[in-house]
């Protein structure tokens, strides 16, 4: 079983920052592409940014510029710091890793139960 679990959302000023990290855990023989998703109420889930091993990302067109994702192999962690955030930013969100539970495994894709970003005057 693999848990992945987010932390650092709350409420942010327009403008400012704040940093999510996401720790993937459990039965863990390798980690590919984890990316980051956002979901505001009202809408579909979307794609915020992704990254493979060796650390190519990719960036929503919204969020190019503000955000920056990136990852700890040693640690199964992935960050997002998001810098001048706008109120259309709000949203829960997730992150989502394809992991490999043994050498023979296939790639299965879990999530976290999401971390609530805020932002607002």
């Known amino acids: 079983q693999v848990t992945l679990v987010e932390s650092g959302g709350g409420l942010v000023q327009p403008g400012g920052p704040l940093r999510l990290s996401c720790v993937a855990s459990?039965?863990?023989?390798?980690?590919?592409?984890m990316r980051w998703y956002r979901q505001a109420p009202g809408k579909q889930r979307e794609l915020v940014a992704g990254?493979?091993?060796?650390?190519?990302?990719d960036y929503a067109d919204s969020v190019k510029g503000r955000f920056t994702i990136s990852r700890d192999d040693a640690r199964n962690t992935v960050y997002l710091q998001m810098s001048s955030l706008k109120p259309e930013d709000t949203a829960v969100y997730f992150c989502?890793?394809?992991?490999?539970?043994?050498?023979?495994?296939?790639?299965?894709?879990?999530w976290g139960q999401g971390t609530q970003v805020t932002v607002s005057s």
């Open positions: 989502n890793a394809k992991v490999k539970t043994d050498r023979n495994s296939g790639w299965n894709d879990y």
């Open positions: 990254i493979i091993p060796g650390g190519i990302t």
């Open positions: 459990g039965s863990i023989f390798s980690v590919n592409t």
